[in-house]
């Protein structure tokens, strides 16, 4: 017999397994639980109503981690041994509100109020876990929440007033900042604007609350001694398991090879909802030690990094910005160029409630074809290790992963172990990723690329350069993701030169990512012209 074992605002719920439907989501359990300040918007992680904060102990570095994540997607199943905090365990009438709720009020940031309670836990689950967030981090922490009628001037104004580090955007922390950029292009001041002037004399909300006395609500000291085991939740439609080591994964996967590995349930909660997909068998690997492995090797001839499949996109975005800062003035800079191409476009991933949770693996085993990630992966020449609990372990480059439209090759026995994302080996090859969607957060893509090019000087002209070695992979130009293996090719020894680009290379391209005028998504002309 399993109990699933998790606090809501500090009260604990272990519910027996006959109490457990493994299809409830996270919002469904608050909801008929009477926590109805958690809201259901879209259902599908675009729109940030049911923004709650989930908080887990980690074992590997001791700390207490506070995520911001979309209840509506977020299987009640995944939260053993989690915290969840809603708008009902951070203040309300009775008990009076929290400043952060006080203060989107008095700015005017809520109308209706129903996006309300989701923008308040985005910015306060933000302040919890970076009690220093500048303004701008506050900002962008909230890139998953969507208001239909306020505007977001009031609420932006809100949530940058409510910062301690009144340093205005990030460049008073000394850290690079989106907002010089905007200034540069547009003349106008992103930041110091009279309003924001104004609202940046407020007390922020860590003043507020020790004036009124009080304290935020405490991680349950019971879940950071507490033992993770196995679980499984079972009803007439759907089994759900939770196995914590890597032979038990394999032995499932193997026992059921049609079983769906489940992480953020980001992609699986969709096809569910709104494409009535069935999957009686579900699999959580979230703790298997193997698949969060997030280690980097800066030498020898496996030299970078290696990324466990259930590693979410968020860590692995914070990790790759903890290596370019490692080398950023270093000799060896060069090396992270491939991790800070693909850290930028894992910056227009989704949002940041659905990055919290998304793993790695999913993403790439879902084999989107207008995927932002795997078009970097190919492009930096990733390899993947697949593992059954027959087979053992093989190892199978990524550019030859993608089969068909969503079909990739891993044997049903099979699970997704990890990635790895090799060093750029040196000064003369460069990253760059591309998307282009139709808006900047939180969007689907229309095509996304990755690049990658190493050159060598020209042997006669010191002041050209030849192309050594082309990577150039698209999404959103055919039914997986692929390269552009003609133009690769082409370019290859050919000088770095506009007038060849003209001639040769982008005629090639065009041909070679030509779609018809009925191709499935449309615009094909557009499509083609990115
Ligand atoms: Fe819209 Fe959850 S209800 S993100
Ligand atoms: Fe109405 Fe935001 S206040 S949706």
């Not at 980690?58 to 994540?69: F, G, M, V």
């Not at 690049?451 to 070695?469: D, G, I, P, Q, Y």
């Not at 030509?514 to 499509?527: D, I, K, M, S, T």
Request: a neutral charge; hydrophobic letters at 35%; glycine letters at 8%.
């Amino acid at each position: 017999m399993s109990t699933l074992t998790l606090y809501i605002n500090g009260k604990l719920h272990a519910l027996k397994s006959v109490e457990v439907d493994p299809k409830m989501t996270l919002l469904q359990y608050l909801r008929k639980n009477g926590l109805t300040g958690t809201k259901l918007g879209c259902g599908e992680g675009g729109c940030g109503a049911c923004t709650v904060m989930i908080s887990k102990f980690d074992e590997k570095s001791q700390k207490i981690q506070h995520l911001s994540a979309n209840a509506c997607l977020a299987p009640l199943c995944s939260l053993d041994g989690y915290a969840i905090t809603t708008i009902e365990g951070i203040g309300g009438m009775k008990h009076g509100l929290h400043p952060i709720q006080k203060r989107v009020a008095s700015l005017h940031g809520s109308q209706c109020g129903f996006c309300t309670p989701g923008i308040v836990m985005a910015i306060y689950t933000k302040l919890r876990s970076s009690p220093n967030a500048t303004p701008h981090e506050i900002e962008e922490s909230m890139d998953g929440n969507l208001c239909r009628c306020t505007g977001y001037r009031p609420i932006l104004d809100a949530a940058r007033s409510l910062s301690n580090n009144k340093g205005g955007c990030c460049r008073g922390s000394g850290q690079e900042c989106p907002c010089a950029a905007a200034e540069a292009s547009s003349g106008e001041p992103v930041v110091n604007n009279n309003t924001t002037k104004v609202v940046s004399e407020l007390k922020s909300a860590e003043e507020e609350m020790s004036e009124m006395g009080r304290t935020e609500p405490i991680f349950p000291p019971a879940l950071m001694r507490y033992q993770r085991q196995s679980l499984e939740f079972t009803d007439k439609e759907v089994s759900w398991f939770q196995p914590v080591t890597m032979p038990e994964l394999l032995t499932l996967k193997k026992t059921y090879p049609q079983a769906r590995l489940v992480v953020g349930n980001t992609e699986v909660g969709i096809e569910t909802k709104f494409k009535y997909f069935e999957y009686p068998v579900l699999v959580n690997p979230a703790h298997i030690p193997e698949l969060q492995v997030l280690s980097f090797d800066e030498t020898g001839e496996h030299a970078g990094l290696t990324v466990g499949a259930a590693v979410s996109v968020n860590a692995l975005r914070d990790f790759m910005a903890e290596l370019k800062n490692r080398y950023r003035n270093t000799e060896r800079h060069y090396i992270t160029r491939g991790y800070e191409a693909i850290h930028d476009m894992l910056t227009w991933f989704a949002s940041n409630h659905i990055r919290n949770v998304a793993a790695i693996g999913g993403n790439i085993v879902t084999a989107s074809p207008i995927s932002d990630l795997n078009p970097m992966l190919m492009a930096c020449g990733a390899q993947l290790k697949l593992t059954s609990a027959d087979g053992g372990s093989r190892v199978v480059s990524i550019g030859s992963f993608f089969l068909a439209y969503r079909k990739v090759d891993v044997r049903p026995d099979e699970v997704l172990e990890s990635v790895f994302i090799p060093i750029v080996q040196s000064p003369l090859e460069f990253v760059l990723p591309f998307k282009q969607a139709r808006r900047r957060e939180d969007d689907i893509s229309i095509v996304t690329s990755g690049m990658r090019f190493v050159f060598e000087r020209h042997a006669t002209n010191s002041t050209a350069f030849v192309v050594r070695e082309a990577s150039i992979s698209y999404g959103g130009m055919a039914p997986t993701t692929v390269f552009a293996r003609r133009t690769m090719a082409l370019l290859t020894n050919l000088e770095w030169d506009q007038e060849v680009f003209d001639k040769q290379v982008f005629p090639l391209l065009r041909e070679e990512m030509n779609l018809p005028e009925q191709v499935p998504g449309g615009q094909a002309e557009y499509r083609m012209t990115l």
